[in-house]
């Protein structure tokens, strides 16, 4: 997912932000192993993404464009380890100082189309909060995408889903 974001940035709320999102959501912490052919969901106790690294500055550069759609191509194509993770991954863009672009690829087996808005919600009230000094107004989570994959590979499918983690591990 590439997502234009317009106006200053404030790399290091919105790093900040992003963490407290990967903390308060389980799902893009955890990775996926397979022991005596079962699938077993393991939450890890943190996930940090360091826009030190993952900082890509092309705000000099004249061939942007390319650079960009190059950059997303290789980041899209890069396979995931579901049993060493991070199945989530943050990237920031810069184009100007007023442009930058947030690429964030995430393995599908941790996330669906409705979870991806309420993160993206999320992550605007966050960083909003961040910037104007305050702490984050958000509701206490009930259920988490995790909860929902885990009734899913202990449910009815349980067997569709073993032979589907064989399959992409």
Do not use: C
Not at 4 to 30: C, D, P, Q, V, Y
Not at 33 to 48: C, G, M, N, R
Not at 139 to 144: G, M, N, T, V, Y
């Amino acid at each position: 997912i590439a997502l234009k974001l317009k106006g200053n940035l404030n790399i290091s709320m919105f790093e900040k932000a992003i963490n407290m999102l990967i903390k308060r959501h389980l799902s893009l912490r955890t990775i996926f192993s397979s022991k005596d052919q079962e699938v077993h969901q393991t939450i890890l106790p943190e996930l940090i993404m360091d826009f030190k690294n993952d900082f890509h500055d092309f705000r000099q550069t004249k061939n942007k464009q390319s650079l960009v759609k190059k950059l997303i191509r290789k980041e899209i194509n890069k396979p995931f380890n579901l049993s060493k993770g991070p199945l989530f991954i943050a990237k920031i863009i810069s184009l100007s100082n007023r442009e930058n672009i947030l690429l964030i690829t995430m393995h599908h087996i941790i996330t669906d189309l409705w979870s991806i808005n309420i993160l993206f919600k999320e992550l605007a009230i966050i960083y909003t909060a961040f910037l104007s000094g305050k702490i984050p107004n958000l509701k206490e989570l009930k259920l988490d995408y995790t909860d929902y994959s885990e009734w899913q590979r202990n449910g009815p499918g349980k067997e569709i889903i073993n032979k589907q983690m064989k399959y992409w591990s």
